[in-house]
């Protein structure tokens, strides 16, 4: 059973768990982030929040339980699902494949049309839905992103609105009309951070393979879902969905080779974090003047050094963490990155990361 699970299972408050989570060195979440949120998506701020559903929840499905603690480091996700006109963008550029079918449930002709621009792409397969992500420079939400994001960190819900009975003007569901609308029709159902159509419209997939039983198995801070599997993690009910089958925290898995008119998607994206070093100071005592560092890596071998500044370049050696290098050259930005070139105990010169060093003499 994992940490959290056991926490919770034997009494101890979910705001306990907070420090222990919270412990990450900064006074706040800004100090941690860039935050520049891109245009039409949504922040979601790193922190703890509880998903999944309550053991006496009739209305939900056991592979939704039990409900457990998940830290997520901060990412943002878009507040509409991908449109067609979107998408084509996408496939225009000779990186997406059209849709393997172009109609919809009851149109003949539906992701071709100008009329549909600004309705959900369906007919995508797994595959079409990441490298449409990445070529916007996003990727998948993973499970867990998706849901928090749905269901809001404040109190447990069935709907993204909350607990009150769907109406006509909060959710595309039922089958009525009986097929997809545009993207942004029921604002008044979005979940507490502004996402629309996170039930009805079309459901969505998420970046996770698909496990019965992993609501019971997921680790505590950033899970991804399983490590493999046969199928991958939809989530979000569909235009096509039963009024009395709807809940935000409903999993459903499918092929991820396969598609069909009642699945599209949305997209996320990592919030940069801040590089933080401290510029090395030449050593007074020292006649020549020279700087030096010392390795502290998150990285259990050390760090690596390279043929020149940047990744991607050959590799000389690895310099241990705790391990002293002269400091030659730097800082040399790139890419909002410090970059130093040092010298190691055996002579061996390279260049590596400022974050990854310590400069405690001066």
């Avoid at 393997?100 to 797994?126: I, K, L």
């Avoid at 997921?218 to 809940?247: A, M």
């Amino acid at each position: 059973m994992k940490k959290g699970h056991q926490l919770l299972r034997k009494g101890i408050s979910f705001c306990l768990l907070l420090p222990i989570l919270l412990s990450t060195g900064f006074d706040n979440v800004s100090d941690k982030y860039d935050i520049e949120t891109p245009s039409g998506m949504v922040y979601i701020e790193e922190g703890m929040s509880l998903l999944g559903a309550e053991e006496g929840d009739l209305n939900a499905k056991n592979d939704a339980k039990p409900r457990h603690p998940v830290y997520l480091k901060s990412y943002y996700i878009d507040t509409l699902e991908v449109t067609n006109g979107a998408y084509a963008e996408c496939v225009a550029a000779g990186v997406c494949a059209e849709p393997a079918d172009t109609s919809s449930a009851t149109r003949a002709n539906y992701y071709d049309v100008s009329t549909f621009q600004g309705y959900p792409v369906v007919n995508v397969t797994w595959d079409d839905a990441q490298t449409y992500c990445e070529f916007v420079g996003k990727r998948l939400p993973t499970e867990a992103e998706w849901e928090k994001a749905a269901m809001g960190t404040i109190d447990y819900r069935r709907y993204p609105w909350g607990n009150g009975e769907p109406k006509a003007y909060l959710i595309n569901v039922t089958d009525i009309p009986g097929d997809t609308e545009t993207v942004n029709s029921y604002p008044t159902g979005s979940s507490p951070y502004g996402l629309v159509d996170t039930a009805g419209n079309v459901s969505e997939w998420v970046s996770d393979w698909y496990a019965t039983s992993y609501y019971a198995e997921s680790v505590l801070e950033n899970p991804t879902g399983p490590d493999s599997g046969t199928h991958k993690v939809v989530r979000g009910d569909s235009w096509l969905t039963d009024l009395d089958k709807i809940h935000i925290t409903n999993r459903t898995m499918m092929d991820p080779e396969t598609y069909n008119a009642t699945t599209g998607f949305r997209c996320a994206k990592d919030v940069k974090e801040k590089v933080y070093y401290e510029t090395p100071v030449s050593d007074e005592n020292s006649p020549d003047e020279r700087a030096y560092a010392v390795v502290n890596s998150g990285h259990d071998s050390g760090i690596f050094l390279l043929t020149e500044p940047g990744k991607s370049q050959s590799i000389i050696v690895v310099a241990s963490n705790g391990s002293l290098l002269e400091v030659l050259e730097g800082p040399v930005e790139i890419n909002y990155t410090d970059w130093y070139l040092v010298r190691t105990g055996a002579g061996k010169e390279g260049w590596t990361i400022g974050s990854s060093l310590s400069f405690p003499l001066k």
